[in-house]
């Protein structure tokens, strides 16, 4: 079994969905409690954008091994591109307990909440994720967007400076920065930090 999951391996690396799956597929046949090819099955599928069927593999996981937080994690994500917020949240939550120092976990709960309109508990969890990791510049950044939707421009400000201090690359930072800045009627810094976005990422102009 490790020799063909080994090999999907090897073809995931490639971008070979197609030859990745059918590894995985055999290793699973040789050994179905095989619960990390259920997994890279899931995430295979996941990458294609066939999100039902990685659902169905992830749960095959977690079927095998009900510790496995990577795939409650990712159950989570797919959930999430379904636009399913309440069962993403309910398999991010399942992750946290298992991994409680994982900020990802902690920052996509974010997102999920914020996607609801609960952005008073998305800031909860994106400071729960800075907690655990406090270089987590994208979790500062999605701070700035909660508070900068609630209507407080100054916070958002704040912690998109954060973020930026963090990685300077990051254009979303500097466009809501931008964004902020024009809100709170500072024409001229606005339009210095969305300058700045523009040149990291030409694409922000649409």
């Not at 907690?131 to 979790?139: G, L």
């Amino acid at each position: 079994a490790d020799a063909y999951y080994n090999l999907g391996l090897a073809y995931g690396k490639k971008g070979d969905y197609e030859k990745e799956i059918n590894y995985y597929k055999q290793a699973i046949a040789v050994n179905p409690e095989y619960a990390k090819a259920y997994y890279n099955l899931g995430a295979a599928y996941h990458e294609k954008g066939d999100y039902e069927t990685a659902i169905y593999y992830y749960k095959q996981a977690i079927a095998v091994n009900p510790e496995y937080a990577d795939a409650y994690y990712n159950l989570g994500l797919a959930y999430g591109k379904k636009g399913d917020y309440e069962t993403a949240i309910y398999y991010l939550k399942q992750a946290i307990v298992i991994n409680p120092e994982d900020a990802k976990a902690y920052s996509i709960l974010g997102t999920a909440y914020g996607r609801k309109g609960d952005y008073e508990t998305a800031i909860y969890y994106y400071k729960q994720a800075i907690v655990i990791n406090p270089e987590y510049a994208k979790a500062y950044y999605f701070l700035g967007v909660a508070y900068g939707i609630k209507g407080d421009y100054e916070t958002a400000i704040y912690y998109c400076k954060t973020a930026i201090i963090i990685n300077p690359e990051d254009a979303e930072a500097y466009y809501f920065l931008g964004l902020s800045y024009g809100l709170i009627g500072d024409d001229n810094t606005a339009k210095y930090y969305k300058e700045k976005a523009y040149k990291l990422d030409p694409g922000l102009r649409k």
